[in-house]
């Protein structure tokens, strides 16, 4: 756990550009979920987007890859416009995301459940790996050990052989998170990474979430509602609020904002809660 940081492989792409988001706005019937929303996410830094229930951060993240289109507003990852593309040629980019809820599949191991992170990088194809050529078989090999080191990396190398479904939850999510890393993303877009975690299983995984952004340059989108992990690791945080947002900046200037408190508290908040600022 919280070991150095894999190096960058062949694999990865290169410098990460920022991420523009302007006016993003996305429209159910009758419901705005997001409003002409807007922040940037500086190349390598870990921003947070927080809000309570329904804020409309997942619809973000829906957004950024691909999963909703958007009503109006833009999407720009470095010269690439991400709105309109579907998930795939975003995935290609070089974004990956973790659901907020697990989507792991059912019977595969934690092996083979991160080695679905490495098929966007494979290039030997079908009939290559097929006819057992030995580019497919030295490249076969160059991603078992890829997925050894980020398992190790996330602490989930005890655990290779094992089902990943029948894994504790805490666990199940450090998957995900894995196999996100195993896409050698440039852009990660985490939904409520520690979410239903113990207390022992947040702080390792806020580890290796803190090694991410350390070690590997990679730009983190967080959405999360544990506000002690998000003011450990965000460099910004940006906050919605039905739709809208509603204050951005450092992690300690928006935690004392009064309007993101009062979003968080509600108009009937206890002065002591509001004084402390926002809480989880
Ligand atoms: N596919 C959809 N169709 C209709 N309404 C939707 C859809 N997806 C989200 N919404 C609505 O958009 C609003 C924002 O939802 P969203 O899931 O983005 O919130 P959230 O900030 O992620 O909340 P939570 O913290 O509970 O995960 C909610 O009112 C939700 O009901
Ligand atoms: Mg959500």
């Known amino acids: ?92 980019l070089g974004v990956a995301r973790t659901f907020q809820n697990i989507a792991l599949p059912p019977y595969a191991t934690v092996a083979d459940s991160l080695m679905l992170g490495r098929h966007r990088l494979t290039k030997a194809g079908f009939l290559a790996a097929g006819l057992r050529l030995p580019s497919a078989a030295r490249e076969a090999e160059r991603h078992r050990e890829r997925v050894q080191e980020i398992a190790e990396f996330t602490g989930l190398e005890r655990y290779l052989d094992h089902p990943a479904a029948a894994l504790p939850y805490g666990l199940q999510k450090l998957v ?10 440039r852009l990660l877009l985490l939904d409520e990474p520690v979410a239903g975690m113990t207390s022992d299983e947040r702080r390792r995984t806020a580890a290796v979430i803190a090694g991410v952004r350390e070690g590997l340059g990679i730009s983190v989108v967080l959405v999360e509602h544990d506000m002690g992990v998000v003011m450990r690791l965000a460099d910004e945080v940006t906050v919605l609020d039905f739709g809208r947002r509603i204050a951005s900046g450092p992690p300690a200037e928006v935690q004392r904002d009064p309007e993101v408190v009062r979003a968080y508290l509600g108009d009937t908040n206890n002065s002591e809660d509001a004084e402390e600022g926002v809480t989880s």
Do not use: W
Not at 37 to 63: Q, R
């Open 176 to 185: 995900e998170l894995g196999r996100a890393l195993c896409m050698e993303p």
């Open 1 to 92: 756990m919280t070991e150095d940081a894999p190096e960058k492989t062949a694999d990865a792409p290169g410098q990460t550009p920022s991420l523009e988001v302007r006016d993003l706005t996305v429209r159910f019937a009758g419901l705005t979920a997001l409003d002409a929303v807007s922040f940037t996410v500086a190349p390598g830094s870990l921003h947070a987007v927080i809000g309570p229930n329904g804020a409309g951060k997942s619809t973000c993240f829906n957004v950024l890859s691909g999963v909703y289109r958007a009503s109006a507003g833009h999407v720009h990852f470095g010269p690439d416009e991400l709105t309109g593309l579907p998930p795939h040629r975003i995935a290609a």
